[in-house]
């Protein structure tokens, strides 16, 4: 059975950083993208940022310059590092991953950008 871990949310003051992790365990074979989501209350869940099998990166406009996502294919792992976060970054992060045959998603992790 496959599952995702996340980790590296928490509380920070706008204009700080955070790197997120997702790890993936368990059978998963042929992943092809992976990507970072995030939900706000009241809003609807977002793609931040997605990174393909071949190392292409894409993101929401609003973060890009300031969001990095990477991936480990040895491990099974993707990062997100936040740079310069601002109050409207706040929402609940969620891992997903696509392989060929099936999708799956994080628990998710709570980021709280807040003076």
């Known amino acids: 059975q496959v599952q995702l871990v996340e980790s590296g949310g928490g509380l920070v003051q706008p204009g700080g950083s955070l790197r997120l992790s997702c790890a993936a365990s368990?059978?998963?074979?042929?992943?092809?993208?992976m990507d970072w989501f995030r939900q706000a209350p009241g809003k609807e869940r977002e793609l931040v940022a997605t990174i393909t099998n071949r190392g292409t990166t894409s993101y929401v406009d609003s973060v890009r310059g300031r969001f990095t996502i990477s991936r480990d294919n040895a491990k099974n792992t993707v990062y997100l590092q936040m740079n310069s976060l601002k109050p409207e970054d706040t929402a609940v992060y969620l891992c997903h991953v696509v392989t060929f045959t099936a999708t799956y998603w994080g628990q998710g992790t709570q980021v709280t950008v807040s003076a």
């Open positions: 368990g059978s998963i074979f042929s992943v092809n993208a």
